[in-house]
């Protein structure tokens, strides 16, 4: 049955002024209507930050730990409903049942490491030498445009509306199109554990509403997370005086050396490059191995590729899931003709739809390896959001290095190896922001710094934790007192 989701305006739920809507389908079987949802426009927008801007003062006002307190609420009303959100989330954007557990299951975690921000928030006091007072205020940025993707539609929006909430600012949130429906059951959470109505507005729709949320003067701050192309897009649309923190794409190269547990290897590259259908910021998009261990490597990764099962979430036993849209599909299978029309050797996958009738309604793709592939091409270089892997060789490590700074990302990068000196080696030298030893570019702490350097991030501040973190969603005010 379709779920009906709504924009929310001063604390009332409300259909698109114009009162267009659309549908979402279910990725793994279209013929599963998941939502219907407001296409909204810059009237919605002007309305949704309207009654932000009224009042969110009232929540700014609000003692920290009766901020804290409905943070806390809200993950014990998402732990409440977890059994129906699991599901909900499979349908809506196409994961698997371990992988939208793990969200479902994260989510109301960072809501509660979020409540505890609402008591650390402070300022400082600073020596005089006249016997006068000096100190800092922190306090909120004021209207905070949060813009989030679809890939995980409850925890990423939970790292932003956390922190901006447990600072006292005001939320205009705009889930992605894509899944609308979890971006709803996110705000349903933190209205049912106490947020006021003033603190929070929600906007469904597309590239329009956007445009007008993040252009509106009454905004003070805009954090997105999503592609490059569009965190661009909203960089030079918004004035040179607004906070804007952009965490977009990535094409992660996992690093393989010569002295590397090979099977330990293609097990976390697997993971990395089609766990959630590789559709992953952080997704290993790249191999570089050396040379002497190519070969080995490659048949290995290519078994686990073909052993992956496909189908619906909601299957036992399914190990990927489908491409969340036809569009995305369609771009996916575009990076796989120009691989094979450029003369990249595939060694497994491919173009064509995969087998069976359980996928014959969905959007799914079959894992592929690509080996041989030119360094320029745009297989190495672009990212393709995708479970598409391409594998490259090198010499030894400087060469290693420079294949995986070639792009003009800089994210996740990985390492495999038995050496310990010439892992440190690689992550001072690597230009990206996270670095990860024997492990998948995929998967963060969640106490733990995430941004990315080059074009995947403004690097403005860090999300998800740490003091930059918080940076983001506070100004500071310096005080000057004398009796």
């Known amino acids: 049955m379709a779920a009906t989701v709504r924009n929310l305006v001063d604390g009332t739920w409300v259909e698109s002024v114009s009162g267009r809507s659309r549908e ?44 804290a307190q409905v943070l806390q609420d809200a993950a014990d009303v998402l732990e409440r409903e977890r059994a129906g959100l699991i599901p909900q989330l499979v349908r809506e954007e196409g994961k698997t049942l371990a992988e939208a557990t793990m969200e479902v299951s994260r989510t109301p975690a960072n809501l509660r490491f979020y409540a505890g921000e609402a008591l650390r928030t402070a300022g400082v006091t600073l020596p005089t030498g006249d016997g006068s007072l000096v100190f800092t205020m922190r306090g909120p940025v004021g209207v905070v445009a949060a813009i989030t993707p679809w890939n995980f539609p409850l925890n990423i929006p939970s790292r932003k509306l956390g922190p901006a909430l447990a600072a006292g600012n005001g939320v205009v949130f705009k889930p992605s199109d894509v899944t609308p429906l ?92 089609f766990g959630l259908s590789g559709q992953a910021c952080t997704g290993t998009s790249r191999v570089i191995v050396h040379a002497d261990v190519h070969d080995a490597l490659v048949e290995r990764i290519a078994a686990k590729a073909a052993a992956l099962r496909l189908g619906p979430g909601l299957e036992p036993g399914v190990d990927m899931g489908p491409q969340a849209t036809e569009r995305q599909k369609d ?92 892992a440190l080696s690689f992550a001072r030298r690597v230009t990206a922001g996270l670095v990860k030893v024997n492990q998948p570019t995929t998967g963060q702490a969640m106490n733990a710094p995430f941004g990315g350097l080059k074009n995947s991030s403004t690097q403005t501040s860090k999300e998800q934790a740490g003091e930059s973190m918080m940076a983001f969603y506070t100004v500071d005010k310096t005080v000057y007192l004398s009796a």
């Not at 003033?198 to 956007?210: C, K, N, S, T």
């Not at 050797?345 to 030119?374: K, M, W, Y």
């Open 182 to 273: 979890l971006g709803q059951r996110l705000v349903d959470a933190l209205l049912e554990g106490g947020l006021p109505s003033g603190a929070i507005a929600v906007l469904h729709g597309g590239a329009e509403v956007a445009q007008a949320l993040v252009t509106d003067e009454r905004v003070d701050a805009v954090t997105f997370t999503g592609s490059t192309a569009v965190g661009e897009a909203i960089h030079r649309a918004v004035p040179a005086s607004r906070r804007t923190q952009l965490e977009m794409g990535g094409k992660n190269p996992v690093v393989v050396l010569e002295d590397a547990d090979l099977d330990r290897a293609a097990a976390l590259i697997a993971k990395g490059a």
């Open 24 to 67: 979402r389908r279910n990725p793994a079987d279209t013929r599963d209507v998941v939502s219907c949802f407001p296409e909204s426009d810059a009237k919605d927008a002007e309305a949704a930050v309207s009654a932000v801007a009224a009042g969110w003062r009232e929540w700014a006002d609000t003692a920290p730990e009766r901020r």
């Open 331 to 422: 771009t996916v299978l575009g990076y796989v003709r120009r691989a094979l029309d450029d003369g990249a050797q595939l060694v497994t996958g491919g173009p064509e739809d995969p087998d069976g009738d359980a996928l014959a309604h969905g959007h799914f793709v079959r894992p592929s390896v690509f080996t041989g592939v030119d360094p320029a091409s745009e297989l190495a270089t672009e990212e393709v959001f995708g479970p598409v892997l391409a594998v490259l060789r090198a010499g030894d490590l400087d060469e290693a290095l420079a294949l995986a700074d070639a792009t003009r990302f800089g994210l996740s990068a990985g390492i495999v190896t038995a050496d310990v000196g010439r």
